[in-house]
Structures are given as C-alpha cells and as structure tokens.
C-alpha cells in the first residue's frame, strides 16, 4: 500500500485453533472472529472460545458470528467478557436487534448479502452500529463492488477478499474494515504466512 493511502481496520475471522489465537497476537489485527455457528466448519464452542480468548492479546478485539442465534445465548457471551462485538449473519430483523440491546450495550454488526442495488438500500437503513457487506457467506468470491460506490455509513468489507485485491478494495471503496476468512487459509485452516501477507497488503506489516 502506497503512503498516504487510506489504513482500514483488519478483521481475521474463524479462528478455532489455539495456534489461531497465537498467530492472531503475533499480527495484532484489529478484530477476531469466532463462528457460534454449528452447521459451520469452523464452529467453536462456549468453552473454546472462552479459553481463547483469555490467551487472546488486550488489543484486540474479539467478535463472536452467529446465525439466527436465541438473543439470551449471544447476550451471555458478552456478558461472559468472551467477545466485545456481535456479529448477525442470519436473518435478525430490527425487533431481534432491539432484543439483543435489551440485554447487552455490545456493539452489533449485521451482514447483508450483496446482490442489486435494493440489498444496499436495506443495509443502509438497518440501525445496528455496523453493516458487512458480503457475497454470500464464506464463498470466497466478491460482489460487484460498483453497488457500495457511493454507500454513506461505516462497514466491513467481506467476501472474496484476498491478498491480491485487498489494497485496491481499500483504496477505492474505503471501508471502516476488511473481513477475511478463507483467504488466509490453506486446506481449510488459518496459515500464519498469509496472514502476515495479508495484513503487510493492508499496510499494517513491514
């Protein structure tokens, strides 16, 4: 990334290994992901996010995913202190967002997959603290990014980021975040050598 260019902040998401976490605070990203969801691959448990995040370095904040969740389950991990952001992939409306700051004043992230210009317009006005825009939830493949050209709140930026794209996706959509998953893996697991190209891409490593 050239000087002068815009940082966004760095979201790694999926960790489930402990070695996950240990490569996570050698790099120091912004944010981490842990997926509350069963039907996922990369699932973690109460318990294991527990402990990660008790070995998880200060600085950085950890988010747990969930998908259609019961509210008073997402509301204990926060109380827990086992993660400090939600983020919704699933089909929470407004009344399930107004349940959820019933119980916890954690900040909220709701995801949105982009398909036409109508998807922006519901993302733009759903009042949770921040959107991400995606393609379709771990496909690894982006949206056309001409739909959130002119888009007016901060987001996290997902779907199909990668190592080579991720420079360019900063500077021409200026998102608050990036949001990477499967693109720092390799055979399905989180490979600490693009990470750390991953995040040089972004700026934030020599």
Not at 111 to 131: G, L, T, V
Request: hydrophobic share 35%.
């Amino acid at each position: 990334m050239e000087e002068g260019e815009r940082l966004a902040k760095i979201k790694i998401c999926g960790l489930r290994r402990e070695c996950d976490v240990e490569y996570a605070n050698r790099l120091k990203p912004d944010y981490i992901g842990y997926v509350f969801w069963q039907r996922s691959r990369r699932y973690v448990t109460y318990e294991q996010a527990a402990r990660f995040t008790e070995e998880l370095d200060k600085e950085i904040t950890p988010v747990g995913v969930f998908v259609d969740e019961e509210p008073q389950n997402v509301a204990q991990l926060t109380a827990d202190g086992i993660i400090k952001v939600i983020q919704l992939h699933g089909h929470e409306d407004e009344a399930y967002l107004r349940q959820i700051r019933a119980m916890t004043d954690a900040t909220v992230i709701k995801a949105f997959k982009i398909r036409s210009a109508e998807d922006i317009k519901r993302a733009k006005a759903f009042p949770s603290d921040f959107i991400l825009l995606d393609n379709g939830y771990g496909t690894g493949q982006t949206f056309d990014w001409q739909l959130i050209s002119e888009i007016d709140r901060p987001f996290f930026l997902a779907g199909g980021i990668n190592i080579e794209n991720v420079a360019q996706a900063i500077n021409t959509l200026h998102p608050y975040a990036v949001d990477i998953s499967s693109g720092v893996e390799t055979d399905g697991y989180k490979d600490f050598e693009k990470m750390r190209e991953f995040m040089r891409a972004c700026g934030r490593c020599e």
